[in-house]
């Protein structure tokens, strides 16, 4: 894994965002995993600012998001496919027709997890995933527990998550239980992937996933046998991290050419 410290959370989303546009880029025709939740909400308003400056074009790009809540339609405020077109796809030029989501309104659930699984390898597989971390080293809404091989299923929440989704609700009982998520497989499976995790409150789950043990316990640990994975924290994310001063080394002193992000 490399380690990316940032001073703030504003450097670390923005670095994030250059990341990605640098990415698409370089890769036109990629197939993006994408993530919501409130981390990765100004990484898409910066990727919207790229793209109304001709700096990235998303014209030929392909996205699979990682999650959505069971029972909700497409239109509600609070799905998934809701706040992706408000953030991002809405803003920018990706064809509506290349977007998928889990599908949580399914009557067979199963079958559509299994649909799901399929479109992702007809279209070549992901190529950069963009994860958030939940605070008890959720992935997706893989909980802890998660099989490490889980496909794309239903998960039921555990009450820490209801507690931190519930501000979106406006209350516990409006955060529906059931979720439909890309499975610690699926997830392991894109060839790249880029974690942004910010503020105190994650700072555990981010120890725990890069310098603790591989653990069903902390879903996000399955990480470090991926071959390609880029954290970026800022400062308070990364205060859990014992070898911190040795990533920034790292970072610092790594040769332009394998730098994305300069
Ligand atoms: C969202 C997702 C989740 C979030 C995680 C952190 O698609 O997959 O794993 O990344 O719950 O959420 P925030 O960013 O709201 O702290």
Known sequence: MEVVIRQDRRDAERYTAHFMAAFVRSHPGCVLGLATGGTPEAVYAELVRLYRKGEVDFGAVTTFNLDEYVGLPPEHEQSYRHYMAARLFNAVNIPEERTHFPDGTAQDIAAACRAYEEAIRQAGGIDLQLLGIGRDGHIGFNEPG???????????????????????????????????????????????????????????????????????????????????????????????LRLADYYRWVFEHKPDWQRVVR
Do not use: W
Request: glycine fraction near 6%.
């Open 146 to 240: 998660s099989s490490l091989a889980s496909r794309t299923r239903i998960k039921t929440l555990t009450a820490a998550t209801i507690r931190d989704n519930a501000r979106y609700f406006g209350s516990e009982d409006a955060v529906p239980r059931h979720v439909v998520t890309m499975g610690i497989g699926t997830i392991c499976e894109a060839r790249r992937i880029i974690m942004l995790a910010t503020g105190a409150n994650k700072a555990e789950a981010i120890a725990a996933m890069v310098e603790g043990p591989v653990t069903a316990m902390v879903p996000a640990s399955a990480l470090q046998m991926h071959p390609d994975v880029v954290v970026v924290v800022d400062e308070e994310a990364g205060s859990k």
